[in-house]
């Protein structure tokens, strides 16, 4: 049974950082991309940032460029997101998940559409106060 499962989250300061880790068990997914999302309430979820296989490509939401890092460790099967500078808009439910890439990519900005992605994690929270 493949099992995505979320850690790191919590509640922070403006200003504060924090890392969040995904941990993938089942299957090992070197393979295949692994990417962020994230949903606050009322609001439709959005792509965070992904990362290649081999974790030489990643990409990321423009807006959070600057502030967040992905990255990856296949011999621990995990990814993690690096998230600096927090701010109140970041607060959200932040989401793991696989895109085992069955389906090329064919056009630009693939990696960040929710329906590519076959696996998915239970969420984890992060909470930014003012």
């Known amino acids: 049974q493949v099992q995505l499962v979320e850690s790191g989250g919590g509640l922070v300061q403006a200003g504060d950082s924090l890392k969040l880790s995904c941990t993938a068990s089942g299957r090992t997914f070197s393979y295949a991309v692994m990417g962020w999302f994230r949903q606050a309430p009322g609001k439709n979820r959005e792509f965070v940032a992904a990362i290649s296989g081999s974790g030489r490509t990643r990409y990321y939401a423009h807006s959070l460029k600057d502030r967040f890092a992905i990255s990856r460790d296949n011999a621990k099967n995990t990814v993690t997101l690096q998230m600096n500078s927090l701010k109140p808009e970041d607060a959200a439910a932040y989401y793991c998940?696989?895109?085992?890439?069955?389906?090329?990519?064919?056009?630009?900005?693939?990696?960040?559409?929710?329906?590519?992605?076959?696996?998915w994690g239970q969420g984890v929270q992060v909470a930014v106060s003012s």
């Open positions: 998940a696989v895109d085992l890439m069955q389906r090329p990519y064919s056009s630009d900005g693939d990696y960040q559409l929710t329906e590519r992605y076959d696996y």
